[in-house]
């Protein structure tokens, strides 16, 4: 598909789209969330880094499953995965689960 300036923009299969809407649900979570700085911060720049590969034209895996562990220990050490609950553990685990044996160390942190 092109658009106004002849640029090819990229098709988003519907997993790839199922996994940025998880990433958005964590993202609306996070904002309503009473965080410290530095967890909203790193988790931004996280959710921000696995967006931009998951809508790469081959997703590296080893890549996301790094950037969504960071997401879920900074999550986990803050105290947002307690408090929010499965508002960040199902999108987390979603992703995990994609990612299949990358996902697992993500997995462990969920359970």
């Known amino acids: 598909m092109a658009n106004a300036a002849s640029q090819q923009t990229p098709t988003i299969d519907a997993i790839t789209g199922h996994l940025l809407a998880e990433l958005q649900r964590i993202r609306q979570v996070l904002d309503v969330l009473p965080l410290p700085e530095e967890t909203t911060t790193v988790a931004h720049r996280e959710l921000s880094a696995t ?3 998951l809508l790469s034209a081959e ?4 890549r996301i499953a790094a950037s969504a562990k960071c ?3 900074e999550l986990c050490r803050s105290g947002a995965l307690d408090h929010a609950g499965h508002a960040l553990t199902g999108p987390l685990g979603t992703l995990a ?3 299949g044996d990358t996902g697992l160390p993500i997995r462990r ?3």
Not at 59 to 62: F, G, Y
């Open 59 to 62: 997703p590296d895996r080893t």
């Open 71 to 73: 997401l879920a220990l």
């Open 97 to 99: 689960d994609w990612l």
């Open 51 to 53: 967006e931009v590969d």
């Open 109 to 111: 942190l969920l359970s």
